[in-house]
């Protein structure tokens, strides 16, 4: 079950810098628009520190991570939704990813250039937002020519859509993403399926200078407050820096500087949460390793992303709470205290949860 999080913005306002802070991958990042052309891809382990104290506790030979896929997609520019700049290969790849990590330039820099000449956070982001629901009008009013032909079949399913659609159109036509329409789930899980731009969840990420962002920061502030969006604050530059030193040396650095993790491990974190995801754990053979899973994911389906086998022939899960797990010090005492459940197959994974899946194929 992969996820995958697209870093989006103008030209020019630091994506590619954040993107290799993330992943170390090396895209390349120069002063000029489309330096990105095709989408650079990175998979960024999720910093866990349950993971560690499982570890510590347990010594296995391999410990795994879950993770995360960004993608590193070319800077929009005004009109992509007709095609300008890189637009359709801009926007094709925005529908290819699960969630949206919107960078927005919050600093000065005479040597940087911007392509509207300064630096306005809200007027950046609205660029944005409007090619994204200019490109769903698009869509939508082609979709809706199609489903106006196929109404006489009295198709209810087209029917529900047909109005569901016509709804869409009424409130992006008033600059309103889909993604803050209040509706029912049967309806949400329709527009899921036709991979709207603007109902992909989204983050803004501030990219800042360590000085003088404080207005930039208001304006964002107020601007996610009334969208009911969320943003968070990353200094690129030094987020970029902090990733050459070795571990150790980073966290001597936070420390004095009073931070307790990085913004690139707040970002992830936030992106975690952003996708509705939750971690349980697996201890089986000589691995130890975390495991992704939507919230409200059944003991099953999180039997089948270890392997299908599993589905197939569960039995039952053996689950431990995680603080119950630290407190006793190892699964064989917390079976002695009776601290390990038999759960079944509808039984709901909580994040934290360490689980041994019995099957039978």
Known sequence: MSFRCG????????????FNALTMAGALVANYPFTTIEPNVGVVPIPDERLERIAALIKPQKVTYTSIEFVDIAGLVKGASRGEGLGNQFLHHIREVDAIIHIVRCFDDDNIAHVDGSVDPVRDIDVINTELMLADLGFIERKIDRDEKLLKTGNKTVHIEFDLLNKVRTVLGQGINARNLSLPEDQKSILEQLNL??????????NCSETGNEKYIRAIDEYTQ???????????????????????????FLDDMGLHESGLVHLTHEVYSLLNLISFYTTAGIELRAWKIPDGTNALHAAGKIHSDMEKGFIRAEVINFDDFIKVGGLGT?????????????????????IYFRFHV
Do not use: M, W
């Open 7 to 18: 870093i989006i913005g103008l030209p020019n306002v630091g994506k590619s810098t954040i």
């Open 197 to 206: 731009l603007t109902f992909k969840k989204i983050l803004y990420v501030a």
């Open 226 to 252: 009334k969208e009911l969006s969320k943003f968070i604050i990353i200094y690129g530059n030094f987020e970029a820096e902090l990733t050459q030193l070795a571990p150790e040396e980073q966290k001597e």
């Open 334 to 354: 917390a079976k002695e205290k009776g601290l390990v459940r038999l759960e079944g197959k509808d039984y709901l994974i909580h994040d934290g949860d360490i």
